[in-house]
């Protein structure tokens, strides 16, 4: 095919194909969002997204690649999100928020942890479901 073969194809079809192309390369490097868990009080919520195609080819040793990210409920708020983890065998949550102890933290497994997490329950704003001191 010519040079000028190219020349002949309208506008339109390459604005769609520039769109086509657009939307592939977005689709291949956004995870996909697969499930969410909320703290034991409803403050939090962890959501789990697969990794995305590209996340996926760069991790082939990786039976479940994920990100994971961390919100405040209200308002949505993004507190953390964690590189591509492997959670074959390892994606067990705790909640570390309201115990004796300043930990404060969140984890999922074994590889992701997101530190200094305000606890559920203060003073400040007494939920309902908080023990009362």
């Known amino acids: 095919m ?25 689709y291949a490097a956004t995870p996909t969002f697969f499930d969410s868990e909320n703290s034991p009080h409803r403050v939090y919520r962890l959501e789990f997204h697969k990794a995305s195609l590209l996340q996926r080819i760069a991790h082939l040793d990786f039976k479940m690649p994920y990100v994971v990210r961390l919100y405040k409920i209200e308002p949505k ?5 964690s590189g591509v983890v492997d959670l074959w065998l390892n994606g067990e949550i705790t909640w570390y928020l309201n115990s004796s102890m300043d930990r404060n933290e969140v984890r999922v497994g074994r590889d992701v942890v997101f530190e200094k997490i305000p606890a559920e329950c203060t003073p400040a704003s007494p939920l309902v479901s908080c023990p009362k001191p």
């Open 2 to 26: 010519k040079l000028s073969g190219l020349r002949k194809v309208p506008c339109i079809v390459w604005c769609l194909a520039l769109n086509a192309l657009v939307f592939l390369v977005w």
């Open 77 to 81: 708020t993004l507190l953390g999100e």
